[in-house]
Nanobody, 125 residues
Framework: GQLVESGGGLVQPGGSLRLSCAAS????????VGWFRQAPGKGREGVSC????????YYTNSVKGRFTISRDNAKNTVYLQMNSLEPEDTAVYYC???????????????????WGQGTLVTVSS
């Protein structure tokens, strides 16, 4: 199976984007799914995670109140709605999951096995 991200692009500060993470070859229904990002010259950062059975969510502090993670099981897709975007949000965004992925309310998703190829988000005027 694989994950494919889409929805990235160039947006002005204060704008919005919705990223999609579509799975093929397996179901996301009972798996925790996370969004991660890597900015130029920086390490990978966990942005958000949605739990497998109760859809509880985690957000890193810098995106709380601006980003929303959700899932549509009928479409086998997880979304990341990003509002009030800031230049500091510029990064390649990846989604990831796995059979053994765990949700932790303090750190997000752990033990990721399958990663998408990433989608570039650029926030600039």
């Amino acid at each position: 199976g694989q994950l494919v991200e889409s929805g990235g692009g160039l947006v002005q500060p204060g704008g919005s984007l919705r990223l999609s993470c579509a799975a093929s070859g397996f179901s996301l229904d009972w798996q925790a799914v996370g969004w991660f990002r890597q900015a130029p010259g920086k390490g990978r950062e966990g942005v958000s995670c949605i739990n497998s059975y109760d859809d509880s969510t985690y957000y890193t502090n810098s995106v709380k109140g601006r980003f929303t993670i959700s899932r549509d099981n009928a479409k086998n897709t997880v979304y990341l709605q990003m509002n009030s975007l800031e230049p500091e949000d510029t990064a390649v965004y990846y989604c990831a999951t796995g059979r053994n992925t765990e949700f932790d309310e303090y750190v997000g998703c752990r033990y990721l096995e399958v990663w998408g190829q990433g989608t570039l988000v650029t926030v600039s005027s």
